[in-house]
């Protein structure tokens, strides 16, 4: 089993969103996939109340029972787990600034990592200014953009994935190759 973990100093930055999509569009490409959410605020749980058992799998437990929900979803067959944490720094104002931190983390926990920039303008230089100073913290940037777009939002409160609530839309073509680049990294 796979583990695909969202994680960012700072809060309100998509973590949920993408990981949310992300675990759909694991089970649209025939994996099992788990949701693990290990954020006090608990911010899936509607999300998956809303589809009524429909999988992905939604679990909700404190970070200190993390390896035990890991294991259930490996006895469950799952092939994919994807964790959902919570922000960890109140101070941390600026997105970027915070990358030193994260990335200082993903090499002690010695994992394979990357960044994803998330709500892109669909105009200006913002994007690319990002993703030049994304690399600067040394940190794989994904080519994957995802830009900001309504539709996760709308999804989102209908216990939907953009794929699920818009297949042929701009948001859900992201997500599929997002996941698309994330599935070739795990699996190399
Ligand atoms: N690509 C996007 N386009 C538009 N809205 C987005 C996008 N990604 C996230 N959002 C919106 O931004 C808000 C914050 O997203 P989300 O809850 O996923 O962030 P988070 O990092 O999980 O927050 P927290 O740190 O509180 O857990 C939500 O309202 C969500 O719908
Ligand atoms: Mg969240």
Not at 40 to 52: F, I
Not at 69 to 86: N, P
Not at 125 to 133: G, N, R
Request: hydrophobic share 45%; proline share 4%.
């Amino acid at each position: 089993m796979y583990t695909l973990t969202l994680i960012a100093q700072k809060g309100g930055t998509g973590k949920t969103t993408l990981a949310i999509n992300l675990s759909v569009a694991a089970e649209l490409d025939g994996w099992c996939a788990a949701f693990v959410d290990i954020d006090p605020q608990a911010s899936a749980a509607g999300w998956g109340d809303h589809r009524h058992g429909v999988t992905p799998a939604v679990a909700t437990v404190p970070a200190s029972r993390l390896a035990d929900a890991l294991e259930a979803a490996r006895g469950h067959g799952a092939d994919l787990a994807v964790i959902d944490s919570a922000p960890h720094s109140e101070s941390a104002v600026l997105d970027l600034r915070a990358l030193g931190t994260t990335a200082d983390i993903c090499s002690l926990a010695a994992v394979a990592s990357a960044v994803v920039l998330n709500q892109t303008p669909s105009r200006g230089p913002l994007a690319d200014q990002a993703a030049e100073a994304a690399a600067g913290s040394g940190l794989e940037v994904s080519p994957c953009r995802i830009g900001y777009r309504v539709a996760f939002q709308h999804s989102l409160t209908n216990g939907l994935g953009v794929i699920e609530h818009e297949p042929d839309g701009k948001a859900a073509e992201e997500i599929r190759a997002l996941f698309r680049w994330a599935r070739a990294r795990l699996e190399a």
